[in-house]
């Protein structure tokens, strides 16, 4: 049981988010996708694009978690489409990398799958196959806010407890990342527990 909420926990760190329409029209801040209205807690967005979004992800921010605690830098997700033969996404494949501060790396691979149509939430999963049919172990996951051409994302939790910062490059300008800090802030997120993600070759995460 300790491995696998190990295993779950560090696969909430950059998973598709994907889910129910919501209630708000879309509006964008810059070239930010965010709920038209300030939301004082959390609203995904109103539709992702799966297609668009799979691929790498780097975690530029994150609240401070238990299940990445070993993650020291280099926090990675990618994501793989699953489609039946008409086209339709069932499923993705999601595989959460980081290094640990010794210079090893750790890794876990789960599934999400879409909670409806809109692609803004999902529910995912770290357990492994043959458990996958029990009623726990899944996860909510929310796209907060998104970046109209799909290079950064602000995904988290509905209960407030976990929110990463995503981009498509290890780097994320001041400007941008400071939109989404203010979007978490409004929706009730704690960003003044906010870590930034080191990763090698970039001598600083957020530039100016």
């Avoid at 988010?17 to 609203?43: C, D, K, R």
Wanted: proline share 5%; charged share 15%; hydrophobic share 40%.
């Amino acid at each position: 049981m300790k491995a696998l909420l190990k295993h779950t926990g560090i696969a909430l760190a950059l998973l598709v988010p994907l889910a129910a329409y919501s209630t708000f029209s879309h509006a964008e801040t810059g070239n930010m996708v965010t709920p038209a209205t300030a939301a004082t807690t959390p609203h995904s967005v109103p539709s992702v694009d799966l297609n668009k979004y799979a691929g790498q992800w780097y975690e530029i921010a994150r609240l401070p978690m238990y299940f990445q605690r070993n993650c020291a830098s280099d926090v990675t997700a990618t994501y793989n489409l699953n489609q039946t033969d008409a086209g339709k996404i069932e499923s993705v494949d999601v595989i959460n990398q980081c290094k640990k501060a010794d210079g090893s790396m750790m890794s876990a691979t789960g599934i999400a799958k879409p909670a409806n149509e809109s692609g803004s939430q999902l529910k995912v999963t770290f357990l492994p196959s043959w458990l996958r049919w029990l009623p726990v172990g899944k996860a909510d996951y929310w796209v907060l806010a998104l970046d109209a051409d799909y290079k950064s994302a602000l995904v988290g939790t509905p209960d407030n407890k976990y929110l990463w910062i995503l981009s498509r490059t290890p780097t994320l300008s001041q400007s941008t990342y400071d939109k989404y800090v203010n979007t978490a802030k409004i929706q009730g997120y704690d960003v003044s527990k906010l870590e930034i993600t080191s990763h090698s070759g970039a001598a600083q995460t957020v530039t100016q």
